[in-house]
Structures are given as structure tokens and as C-alpha cells.
């Protein structure tokens, strides 16, 4: 007769896998550090004053390449959204269901994030949110955003 061994009931559970969390690369680096800061960066075209999507090389609306990094005012409305049922990676297995989400700014861009704050179900398009930031670890924070009080 063969046995297998049961687990200890004492034992620690082992810890669960954590989130993937980006990684920081020199296009990225001026996002990332001012969400250490706890500000929205986003860039501007410094031609024509135009905010532009996230990794742009050139400017939509003129073609120039003279991009720069400002502040955004973290203020936008939510665009789009879906829920999250299934466990794609084993580290978001403890917040299902859980939001993705597309906030269009104040500025104009859209950038995906998750909304935070509000449960699922109450989540609506077109509804006014405001940035907030979640420290993942020593070097990365992450700007997700919340529903506008009032």
C-alpha cells in the first residue's frame, strides 16, 4: 500500500504569486517617477501644445518630434471599462473580479489604468474620475484612479 503524505496543518501557506509589475525603461522612466511623486505625467508636443498618448514619438496633430514631459491635472472621465473574471496570471487570483479600465484625461489622452474606490457594478461610462497612486514597491507606483466625490 502506498501513502502520500498529508500536508501540515501548521505549515504557512505558501506565499502566492505576486503581480507582474513594469518595469521601468528610459522612454518610461519620467511616467514612473512622477508617480513616485504622486503626479500624473503625461507628454506634450512643445510645437503646437498638443497632450499625446502615451509612448508617442511625434505628434499626432503636427508631426513634430519636440515631445516633452508635463504634469497632467489627474483629472478625466472613464471611458471604457471590462471586468475580469478569469484568472489569467496567478497573481491577480485574490482581487477577482477586478477592472480594466481607459480614463480619458482632462488633457485628452486615454490611458488604461484600473478604477478604484467604487465596486464593479457601479462603474460607468463617461463617469468623472480623479488619479490616485498605489505604491506596488520600493520603485514603482502606479496611477489608478477613483470616482470624482460630489
Known sequence: MTTTASPNPQSPAPD????????????????????????LMIQRCTACQAYLAPGSHVCTECMSSAIEWARASGRGTLHTFGIMHQRYHPGFADVLPYNIAVVELAEGPRINTNIVGIPNDRLRVNMPVEVTFEQVDEEVTLPKFRPVEG
Open 16 to 39: 502566492p504569486q505576486p503581480k507582474p509589475v513594469p518595469q521601468p525603461d528610459e522612454a518610461s522612466l519620467p511616467f514612473f517617477e512622477g508617480a513616485r511623486r504622486g503626479e
